[in-house]
T-cell receptor
Framework: EAGVVQSPRYKIIEKKQPVAFWCNPISGHNTLYWYLQNLGQGPELLIRYENEEAVDDSQLPKDRFSAERLKGVDSTLKIQPAELGDSAVYLC??????????????FGPGTRLTVL | GEDVEQSLFLSVREGDSSVINCTYTDSSSTYLYWYKQEPGAGLQLLTYIFSNMDMKQDQRLTVLLNKKDKHLSLRIADTQTGDSAIYFCAESGRSGNTGKLIFGQGTTLQVKP
């Protein structure tokens, strides 16, 4: 079974340019997460989807970040315009969801963004 | 608030035991997790423990939970060079089973031959 797929793996852009990351979760997983991982830090949740609905986007900087999961399957995270401080690894994860379970999250390899 | 703290670095010799420690703040956390991250890769769930348990053993891994002190540890027996990675402690936090994880900053484990 394929894991969580992310593309691109690496992206280098100049500041003020737009950038987009794509994630395809594990088949059948209705919960999708985008995390931000700064160098030397643990991941921090940006947004969580249940199917196509964003149920927790409290940590998403909405002035420049946006995300969508139109058909409740794959998802896109966009930054426009990018700033130097956005250089980080953007991780996507998915889980089967459901109440009461330990709700294992499966992580993709991440997209490493460098803003020059 | 929700916060997870870990020591940043641990170095051991191959064959020794490794103990990675973590403290957390949210006593309502239902689950506590240990993830492993190898260079250039995503996070891999190693093990988890339910908050009403004190200990969980899974092959070379032993998780100890002291709920009173909000202290979690991961012991790796017979540490191998392939265990070299960053280990993250995470709690489910106030969100309970809704899926939001609060991660520590990670402990880099270096295993010397």
């Amino acid at each position: 079974e394929a894991g969580v797929v992310q593309s691109p793996r690496y992206k280098i852009i100049e500041k003020k340019q737009p950038v987009a990351f794509w994630c395809n979760p594990i088949s059948g997983h209705n919960t999708l997460y985008w995390y931000l991982q700064n160098l030397g830090q643990g991941p921090e949740l940006l947004i969580r989807y249940e199917n196509e609905e964003a149920v927790d986007d409290s940590q998403l900087p909405k002035d420049r970040f946006s995300a969508e999961r139109l058909k409740g399957v794959d998802s896109t995270l966009k930054i426009q315009p990018a700033e130097l401080g956005d250089s980080a690894v953007y991780l996507c994860a998915s889980s089967g969801g459901g109440q009461g379970a330990y709700n294992e999250q499966f992580f993709g390899p991440g997209t490493r963004l460098t803003v020059l | 608030g929700e916060d997870v703290e870990q020591s940043l670095f641990l170095s051991v010799r191959e064959g020794d035991s490794s103990v990675i420690n973590c403290t957390y703040t949210d006593s309502s956390s239902t689950y506590l997790y240990w993830y492993k991250q190898e260079p250039g890769a995503g996070l891999q769930l190693l093990t988890y423990i339910f908050s009403n348990m004190d200990m969980k053993q899974d092959q070379r891994l032993t998780v100890l939970l002291n709920k009173k002190d909000k202290h979690l540890s991961l012991r790796i027996a017979d540490t191998q060079t392939g265990d070299s990675a960053i280990y993250f402690c995470a709690e489910s936090g106030r969100s309970g089973n809704t899926g939001k994880l609060i991660f520590g900053q990670g402990t880099t484990l270096q295993v010397k031959p």
